[in-house]
């Protein structure tokens, strides 16, 4: 049952990123939206996630279950040194959750819409901007458990550049899923265009971030060098990544958006394995060089065994139906 | 302010937030299931139109609810991570069970809300059918893990390791029972009387008189027969809780001294220096009663229990009787209501019963979370009831002060939103479900 619980956080997180993710890219994309085209944005927008968006924010729920009752180390450890961070991300996920729903609901559309909106894409920006910041703390090896004072236990530990880069690359791989994901739920040519316009933008940005993570870790020691070149599966995925994205752009350029959101999440799923797989089962970096690993924290034999049955019974429950509501709303309107 | 007190006031919060946001997520589904029900089968269109509107409120409610929830799920760590340390591996089943309830709720609203006249009527009929049952499974489980917390069980505490744990005897722990079904007619009662309220206000108000009377008899009938179940239910929750905890019992009566038989204290002004109660009526042997099934049972007292394991027991003893009150006063008003229907009288001639329903708006909350106090103040100092104090499991990171006024502030602004929107929902229904308006009078004739 080790292998079905460690299957599951990892599918959990990777989902998380890639359709909660995709969810906040869409309030970063209208952060970054002229203002005259906002409405429409915002409109294709609603009609592609509004169903699915709820089920979407239940991987993180998933995620943080599992972490607490397999990993309760790790979940304690986090939620101790890095309560600042998780804190501001939850106040994020707040005020974009209710302000999503809110500005749907409202009986009455006048003003308060656009306190909804601004609510809505600030927070669809800091959300994932401190979610990655929670990501490249957890490997950043900046978390000191000895610190006495309270800057360096409970600000440096997640303040630092390489965590700060993970944050900003988060953001824009988020915005990037988005658009892609938009691109494939527009029906004006209008409105494809300026969702390609988009995925190309934060592609972009992407890949400039993804420098600057590298070079924070270089300064900061964080050995992600040695974890993407030096393990064969890690290297492997990079070169698929590469090969993928040049096929992406080829295909972003040439108007075909068929098999563009196979490709996206193709590659954010190679970088999340380049990342990870070298350094795991190893999940957190202490500053002392200690790390908290997977199987060295995990809870006793028969909690781990009920919490793999629980899963296992409630993804049978729960796939289909999911599959079913993809399936069912991604199908488009006369 | 200290960070425990800091600590344990953002808990209270986000706890308090949470339980009156979800209680209304969990029990207007099933409201909503039967008005469509009602729609399907009669096609009469005022139903559509209160399937709808009432849709609204769940969409507004499942989102501050589901988002006050995920809140929690990290605060148990970001305030206790000594608790969950050890808790967590211990009491996780039942919450590992309600991610699957609680996502289920979520597919099934996102089919609800988005499926008008794309799924076949009956098949989105069930998935608002889904939405409230899953709904209130989550409810019963989340009520589990934190009757574990009353209750441990599974596993066996030994020299301060926590060994020999089963996850699954953890969550049929003595008092899940008990408080799960407390609850759960709990959140029908309130959330039933505030809806039949809202609506019986409307009808006062004469605007879209069918509309509001339709919706009205809904709710009404779900609050009323869960009211007057109520009783029956904290009856068993007085004798489990008198078993497995005397002190709880006893600060929510201020049973300074064990006495036999114990009497029933109704009201009150409790000493906490001196330990005593002034000005409370007395009835003899009914604590006794109450705990024991037996008019001359002993009734132990906090005499017999150390000092420093005592709960506020002001604070627990008022809680309780805010929540026996009010339970006692809903009681009344069904019975008023039940009344009336027996005698075939039509509630629309007599504004003095909906007056008494647009009165009972709040009170089903206020009891609520009354009796919640007294669950989780009752249970002090422990957070594992005679396991871990509460004081030994909060964050050793200080400033906690802050992160509490700035979730204060958070939830303040959610709650005037909400309240904000609903008020305009209410103020739409004439123009927006445009169904030519039935007046009170007409209808009553």
């Given at each position: 049952m080790d292998f079905v619980i460690i299957i599951f956080l990892c599918l959990a997180i990777l989902?998380?990123?890639?359709?909660?993710?995709?969810?906040?890219?869409?309030?970063?994309?209208?952060?970054?939206?002229?203002?005259?085209?906002?409405?429409?944005?915002?409109?294709?927008?609603?009609?592609?996630?509004?169903?699915?968006?709820?089920?979407?924010?239940?991987?993180?729920?998933?995620?943080?279950?599992?972490?607490?009752?397999?990993?309760?180390?790790?979940y304690t450890t986090m939620s101790v040194y890095l309560h600042i961070p998780l804190a501001i991300m939850l106040i994020g996920i707040i005020a974009r959750g209710t302000a999503f729903v809110f500005r749907h609901y409202d009986a009455v559309k006048d003003q308060m819409q656009e306190v909804y909106n601004k609510i809505f894409i600030y927070s669809s920006f800091i959300t994932p901007l401190f979610l990655g910041i929670i990501a490249g703390s957890v490997?950043?090896?900046?978390?000191?458990?000895q610190a006495t004072d309270f800057v360096s236990a409970y600000v440096y530990s997640w303040l630092n550049w390489f965590s700060i880069a993970v944050g900003l690359f988060t953001v824009t791989l988020c915005g990037f899923l988005a658009a892609?994901?938009?691109?494939?739920?527009?029906?004006?040519?209008?409105?494809?265009?300026?969702?390609?316009?988009k995925a190309e933008f934060m592609n972009v940005g992407a890949v400039i971030f993804g420098a600057m993570v590298f070079t924070a870790a270089y300064f900061e020691d964080v050995p992600l060098m040695t974890w993407v070149f030096q393990n064969d599966v890690a290297l492997l995925a990079v070169i698929l990544a590469s090969l993928s994205l040049v096929l992406l752009w080829y295909l972003l350029l040439k108007g075909k958006t068929k098999v563009l959101r196979i490709l996206a999440g193709f590659q954010v799923t190679m970088i999340l394995v380049a990342i990870s797989y070298a350094h795991f089962p190893n999940f957190i970096r202490l500053k002392n060089g200690d790390t908290i690993s997977l199987y060295e924290t995990m809870a006793p034999i028969k909690t781990v065994e009920s919490l793999g049955w629980a899963l296992v019974l409630g993804s049978f429950l729960i796939l289909p139906f999911l599959g079913y509501l993809f399936y069912k709303f991604q199908q488009k309107e006369e | 302010m200290d960070d425990f007190l800091a600590a344990r006031s953002q808990m209270a919060l986000s706890l308090g937030f949470h339980i009156i946001y979800a209680c209304i997520g969990m029990v207007m589904p099933f409201f909503m299931a039967v008005s469509h029900y009602k729609w399907l089968r009669t096609k009469n269109e005022v139903y559509?139109?209160?399937?709808?509107?009432?849709?609204?409120?769940?969409?507004?409610?499942?989102?501050?609810?589901?988002?006050?929830g995920t809140m929690l799920s990290f605060e148990l760590?970001?305030?206790?991570?000594?608790?969950?340390?050890?808790?967590?591996?211990?009491?996780?089943?039942?919450?590992?069970?309600?991610?699957?309830?609680?996502?289920?709720?979520?597919i099934a609203l996102g089919f609800f809300l988005y499926g008008w006249n794309k799924l076949n009527k009956w098949f989105h009929w069930?998935?608002?059918?889904?939405?409230?049952?899953?709904?209130?499974?989550?409810?019963?489980?989340?009520?589990?893990?934190?009757a574990w917390m009353n209750s441990p069980a599974g596993f066996d505490f030994v020299n301060g390791e926590y060994l020999n744990i089963d996850p699954i005897a953890a969550m049929f722990n003595k008092a899940w029972f008990s408080q799960a079904l407390h609850m759960c007619l709990a959140a029908f009662t309130a959330t039933g009387f505030a809806v039949a309220g809202v609506h019986a206000l409307m009808i006062l108000r004469k605007q879209n008189a069918d509309f509001h009377y339709k919706a009205f008899k809904i709710a009404v009938t779900f609050a009323t027969v869960c009211a007057v179940l109520q009783p029956i239910s904290g009856d068993i929750s007085a004798k489990d809780v008198a078993k497995r905890q005397p002190a709880k019992l006893a600060a929510m009566e201020a049973l300074y001294e064990t006495q036999k038989p114990a009497p029933l204290l109704i009201g009150g002004v409790v000493n906490e220096k001196d330990k005593t109660v002034k000005y409370a009526l007395e009835i003899p042997g009914a604590l006794s009663f109450l705990a024991y099934g037996d008019f001359k049972s002993e009734v132990k007292g906090l005499d017999k229990i150390p000092a420093d394991e005592h709960p506020p027991v002001a604070v627990t003893h008022y809680a309780f009787q805010i929540m026996v009150g009010i339970g006692s006063l809903l009681v009344l008003i069904s019975l008023i209501y039940f009344a009336l229907l027996l005698r075939k009288k039509s509630i629309l001639d007599r504004r003095w019963v909906l007056k008494l329903f647009v009165l009972a708006i709040p009170l089903g909350y206020i009891a609520l979370e009354a009796g919640w106090v007294v669950t989780e103040v009752g249970r002090q100092p422990w957070i594992i009831y005679g396991v871990m104090r509460t004081r030994?499991?909060?964050?050793?990171?200080?400033?906690?002060?802050?992160?509490?006024?700035?979730?204060?502030?958070?939830?303040?602004?959610l709650n005037v939103i909400v309240i904000f929107l609903l008020y305009r929902q209410i103020k739409m229904v004439p123009t927006l479900y445009s169904q030519p308006a039935v007046s009170t009078q007409a209808k009553a004739n």
């Open positions: 989902l998380y990123f890639l359709l909660g993710g995709a969810d906040f890219g869409a309030g970063i994309i209208e952060l970054f939206t002229s203002q005259k085209n906002r409405s429409k944005t915002r409109k294709t927008m609603n009609q592609a996630i509004g169903p699915v968006w709820e089920a979407n924010h239940m991987w993180l729920i998933i995620t943080i279950v599992i972490l607490f009752v397999a990993f309760p180390k790790i490997l950043s090896g900046k978390i000191d458990t892609i994901y938009l691109i494939g739920e527009s029906k004006a040519d209008e409105d494809k265009k300026r969702f390609i316009k | 559509r139109d209160i399937t709808k509107a009432w849709s609204k409120g769940v969409a507004i409610f499942f989102a501050t609810g589901a988002v006050s760590g970001l305030l206790w991570p000594k608790f969950m340390e050890h808790a967590g591996p211990i009491f996780g089943m039942p919450f590992s069970l309600e991610g699957t309830a609680f996502f289920i709720e979520a069930f998935t608002g059918v889904v939405v409230g049952v899953s709904g209130l499974a989550s409810g019963i489980l989340v009520v589990a893990a934190n030994d499991a909060v964050t050793p990171m200080p400033g906690i002060a802050w992160s509490f006024y700035l979730f204060s502030v958070i939830y303040a602004s």
